[in-house]
């Protein structure tokens, strides 16, 4: 049972404007959140991350929303850049757990 | 390079052999995690060590999978007889506080 889901597998946005990319889950003990950007034949990179005390937290170009009510979470990047062009994955865990939960990956293709 | 490093990075495997993958966490990470990645799926959770500890092996998907982090630093996965079904990438992360960071990975094939 997917507990947290990217149901978009795949986003293209032009140079410049804004990406936004979703994320939702279903375990409600989750508390904090990571972003993880993923180039080919590469592991997983941090991005950006938000506890469950914060409803937004901003890095840069990069932004994170969380909506706990809601159960969701987005990462804004604006402006988008070509360079960015990545599989992004959300994650989640719990205080009393160790693990993370992992969304399937969404696709971003910035077009120049 | 301070990141996590995983060895091999590809491995090819028959049926039926065994296999061990390697990873060097970052320097002074306490924690360690294992990952399975499926193609087009995220990351899966195998195993969590605490220095040498293995504190939680929930996620591994059969007795055939093993993993050891004897001294508390360097870690191995191994995967016995293994199955074609065992095909993926193996994730490594070692993290300090919250944020795991990752390695390369293993892209394991088993034909």
Redesign the interface.
């Known amino acids: 049972d997917q507990q947290v889901k990217q149901n978009s597998p795949s986003l293209s946005v032009q140079e410049g404007r804004i990406s936004i990319l979703n994320c939702d889950y279903t375990n409600s003990m989750f508390d904090y959140f990571l972003w993880y950007k993923k180039y080919p034949a590469e592991g997983p990179t941090f991005l950006i991350s938000i506890s469950s005390i914060k409803d937004k937290n901003e890095d840069g170009r990069f932004t994170v929303f969380l909506n706990k009510s809601a159960k969701h979470l987005s990462l804004h990047i604006v402006p988008s850049q070509p360079g960015d062009s990545a599989v992004y994955f959300c994650a989640a865990s719990a205080h009393t757990g160790n693990q993370f939960y992992f969304g399937t990956g969404t696709s971003l293709t910035v077009i120049p | 390079g301070a990141g ?1 490093s ?1 060895s091999p990075r590809y491995k090819v495997a028959k049926r039926g052999q065994d296999v061990a993958l390697r990873c060097d966490p970052i320097s002074g990470h306490v ?1 360690l ?1 294992w ?1 399975q990645q499926a193609l ?6 195998l195993t ?1 060590f605490q220095n040498e500890a293995q ?2 092996k929930s ?1 591994l998907p059969s007795d055939r999978f093993f993993a050891e982090r004897p001294e508390g630093s360097v870690s191995t996965l191994k995967i016995q007889r293994t199955q074609q079904e065992d095909s993926a990438v193996y ?1 490594c ?1 070692s993290s300090r506080e ?8 293993t892209r394991l094939l088993v034909l």
């Open positions: 996590v995983q924690s995690f990952y087009g799926q995220g990351p899966e959770f969590y504190l939680d996620g994730l992360a919250e944020t795991q960071y990752f390695g390369p990975g």
